[in-house]
């Protein structure tokens, strides 16, 4: 292929509100309708104690994705998009959605579609595009926070405001859970997110809510899943700054997440970073370790090319909150002090 043919992921998955801004030379172009584009990664991740992410003391090569995206344009206005997405545990589609361009402003979508939460929620699985190979505590499916996709109708409406731009984000539905979980029935679903891009170039702010109905058909309970975040970003002249706090609460429970991330390219090739991450998945037990996990994490990543990259990174925790949630370390059994090491390859076309 042509190196005149190269395209932006963004372009391909715009319609989830991506903006990567990352080149790729390798997408696939069948015909003037109909693209293909694709990322994955594979890691190896060892746990000096608490088993998490399928990680143990032996080390593990499970943490890996391969993800093929589709996309199909009707005619000038409206498209297609489709991923299917595998992993160790599953092959799934993770999104499928039709949207249609209404006017330069505004964009209107129906299918299933990843929610738009905070700063990674729509590239959760997009490892080239993040700074770590373990994306915060906020964006783990363990925390419970997060969720990853809606099954409904949104939309997108940008505007200018002064010398900024706001983006707003609207819908509603259903969510649709990785896993279908015993005597769990996801009811209604709303939410909504507000990006303004401040006139400081790379900066930008994000507030999101949502509100997700879940009936307990076992005990025929429903109860609102509610959960808000607030977001920062700066990214220019190498320097890489996030930090986003968020709260949530559900069936009675309440918890919350917060990060703070920095990261700086050297010679268009090496990102090392830090982050410090702190989640309680009870507010009301954050005095145990069972319930609370405070991570202080450093890595570095390497480019190989526009495609492919590298990342190696430790990630120090006291508390095993992540683990206890994820069902693979038991409570008031674990380690309070542990580290967790993750290695990876990972890459985009």
């Known amino acids: 292929m042509r190196s005149s043919c190269k395209k932006y992921l963004a372009v391909a998955i715009s319609g989830i509100g991506l903006a990567a801004g990352v080149q790729s030379a390798l997408a696939v172009e069948i015909n003037d309708k109909l693209s293909i584009y694709g990322y994955g990664y594979q890691a190896y991740m060892r746990a000096s104690d608490n088993a998490y992410l399928g990680a143990d003391k032996e080390g593990d090569w499970s943490y890996s994705a391969l993800a093929i995206v589709l996309?199909?344009?009707?005619?000038?206005?409206?498209?297609?998009?489709?991923?299917?997405?595998?992993?160790?545990?599953?092959?799934?589609?993770?999104?499928?959605?039709?949207d249609?361009?209404?006017?330069?402003?505004?964009?209107?979508?129906v299918g299933q579609v990843k929610m738009p939460v905070?700063?990674?929620?729509?590239?959760?699985?997009?490892?080239?595009l993040?700074?770590?190979?373990?994306?915060?505590?906020?964006?783990?499916?363990?925390?419970?926070?997060?969720?990853?996709?809606?099954?409904?109708?949104?939309?997108?409406?940008?505007?200018?405001?002064?010398?900024?731009?706001?983006?707003?984000?609207?819908?509603?539905?259903?969510?649709?859970?990785?896993?279908?979980?015993?005597?769990?029935?996801?009811?209604?679903m709303v939410g909504g997110?507000?990006?303004?891009?401040?006139?400081?170039?790379?900066?930008?702010?994000?507030?999101?809510?949502?509100?997700s109905q879940v009936e307990n058909t076992g005990i025929n309970e429903k109860s609102s899943k509610k959960a808000w975040v607030l977001s920062a970003d700066?990214?220019?002249?190498?320097?890489?700054?996030?930090?986003?706090?968020?709260?949530?609460?559900?069936?009675?429970?309440?918890?919350?997440t917060y990060y703070a991330q920095?990261?700086?390219?050297?010679?268009?090739?090496?990102?090392?970073?830090?982050?410090?991450?702190?989640?309680?998945?009870?507010?009301?037990e954050s005095g145990d370790p069972s319930h609370y996990q405070k991570v202080a994490s450093l890595g570095v990543g390497y480019k190989f090319s526009d495609s492919v990259g590298f990342r190696l990174e430790n990630h120090w925790n006291r508390g095993y909150a992540l683990?206890?949630?994820?069902?693979?370390?038991?409570?008031?059994?674990?380690?309070?002090?542990?580290?967790?090491f993750a290695a990876s390859i990972n890459f985009i076309f």
């Open 118 to 128: 905070g700063l990674y929620n729509e590239i959760r699985d997009i490892k080239f």
């Open 234 to 256: 700066y990214k220019a002249n190498n320097l890489d700054l996030k930090a986003e706090y968020a709260p949530m609460k559900f069936f009675g429970v309440k918890g919350k």
């Open 100 to 109: 249609y361009q209404a006017s330069a402003n505004l964009t209107l979508r």
């Open 262 to 284: 920095a990261g700086y390219t050297l010679a268009e090739k090496w990102t090392p970073f830090i982050r410090y991450d702190y989640v309680t998945t009870d507010s009301a």
């Open 193 to 211: 997110r507000v990006t303004y891009n401040a006139p400081v170039d790379g900066l930008r702010f994000m507030a999101t809510a949502y509100d």
């Open 130 to 188: 993040q700074m770590s190979t373990l994306l915060p505590a906020l964006y783990q499916e363990a925390a419970g926070i997060t969720e990853e996709a809606y099954r409904g109708v949104g939309l997108t409406y940008n505007h200018d405001v002064g010398a900024g731009r706001l983006s707003w984000d609207g819908y509603a539905g259903q969510v649709v859970p990785i896993e279908s979980l015993a005597n769990q029935k996801m009811r209604r």
């Open 323 to 340: 683990p206890v949630a994820s069902g693979e370390t038991v409570a008031g059994a674990g380690k309070n002090n542990w580290n967790m």
């Open 71 to 98: 996309a199909a344009k009707l005619d000038g206005k409206t498209r297609v998009w489709a991923n299917l997405h595998n992993t160790v545990e599953r092959t799934r589609i993770d999104w499928a959605f039709l």
